[in-house]
């Protein structure tokens, strides 16, 4: 049998819009009845990114891929494989992967979308994973790329102080050293639990279940509360189920815990129960909120490029969402 190859991590790359919405905007702009004191002690966020206009998932996709392929050292010519993770894509086709391969300038390579939501780079990094280490492609580039902001209804004072725009990118290549880069995925999900987040489409078939306010087909839909409890439960399982694999890979440890970008009190609340160190937790939902699958790999980048994990780190990538999915990876730098 041929030699399974390890999965370097080689670059990471990360593109957030200009525009700074703190939470003042709500209450004075849009008139909803809430406020900067209830968003921040509820979910731990100050301020998002709102894309602007003419920006999308592919052009935040591309400026972060674009980021990425420069800090692995490589060019858009060298990347065999585009996976990319979006519930809101540009269209429902072509893929945004093919959008952003266009404005790359990459060759004729294999290029689609992956809809995880919030999962959806965890999902993504481990498809471009088993290329990888099945030798079928050297370099991969995976995104996660999102425009949440334009299916949010900015009428819900529940779910639309929640959420920002914003891409993340990593560079993942074949190497014949197999202790480091992607160890261990583990992805889940259960459709059973499937109206606790929905994004209908323009071919849902019927308006979804919900009281009349929500049953615009358009806008996203959450139950927080049941999807908080999820959250905490499948977050705690994860951090134990990893640390289980990290002791079995024979690692010293996890170095970096960089969770979905949810809600400060779901990760409280999982580190608490989990026992994981806080110090060892990434941070930054208190300056983009949640944006879905671009959450994990925006803060990847940021915690590589402020020193928070450097290079023979082991960070445990965590993340849940809609479908209902939750996944994790360990990740050696
Ligand atoms: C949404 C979320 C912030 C709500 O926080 P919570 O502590 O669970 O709050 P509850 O839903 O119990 O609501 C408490 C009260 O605050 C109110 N409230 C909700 N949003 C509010 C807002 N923006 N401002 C002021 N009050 C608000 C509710 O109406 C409720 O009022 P009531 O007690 O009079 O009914 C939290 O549940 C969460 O983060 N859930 C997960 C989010 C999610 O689904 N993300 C997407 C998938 S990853």
Redo the contacts with the bound molecule.
């Keep these: 049998m041929t030699q399974l190859l390890g999965v370097a991590l080689r670059g990471t790359g990360s593109c957030l819009p200009a525009r700074v919405v703190p939470n003042e905007e709500?209450t004075d702009v849009l008139n909803?009845?809430?406020?900067d004191e209830?968003?921040r002690t509820?979910?731990g966020i100050r301020e998002r990114r709102f894309a602007g206009l003419g920006e999308t998932s592919a052009s935040l996709g591309a400026n972060a891929a674009r980021n990425a392929i420069e800090s692995a050292g490589l060019n858009p010519e060298d990347i065999d494989l585009i996976v990319c993770a979006t519930v809101t894509p540009d269209l429902m086709c072509p893929a945004t992967a093919n959008l952003i391969q266009t404005a790359l300038g990459c060759r004729p390579i294999p290029a689609f979308d992956i809809a995880a939501?919030?999962s959806g780079f965890l999902y993504a990094l481990s498809v471009g994973s088993q290329f990888i280490r099945t030798g079928a492609v050297r370099h991969a580039l995976v995104i996660g790329a999102e425009v949440l902001t334009r299916i949010i209804d900015f009428t819900d004072?529940?779910?639309?102080?929640?959420?920002g725009d914003g891409a993340g990118a990593v560079v993942l290549s074949g190497t014949q050293v197999v202790n480091t880069g992607v160890r261990k995925v583990r992805l889940y999900s259960d459709g059973a639990r499937q109206e606790?987040?929905q994004v209908p489409s323009r071919v849902t078939p019927v308006p979804p279940p919900g009281p009349p306010q929500v049953q615009r087909l358009e806008h996203?839909r959450?139950?927080?509360?049941?999807?908080?409890r999820f959250?905490v439960t499948r977050m705690v399982e994860l951090i134990e189920q990893a640390e289980i694999d990290a002791r079995e890979l024979g690692l010293n440890g996890i170095e970096v815990l960089i969770p979905?970008q949810?809600?400060q009190?779901?990760i409280d609340a999982a580190i608490e129960t989990s026992g994981f160190p806080a110090d060892k937790v990434m941070v930054n939902l208190d300056r983009y909120g949640?944006t879905?699958a671009a959450s994990v790999p925006i803060a990847l980048d940021e915690a590589l490029r402020t020193g928070r994990c450097k290079a023979g780190d082991t960070v445990l990538l965590v993340a849940?969402?809609?479908g209902l999915t939750w996944s994790s990876a360990l990740v050696t730098l």
């Design positions: 709500f909803l009845d809430t406020s209830w968003i509820r979910t939501a919030c004072r529940n779910s639309c102080i929640l959420f606790l987040i996203m959450i139950s927080g509360r049941e999807v908080f959250a979905h949810v809600n009190r779901i949640n879905s849940f969402g809609g």
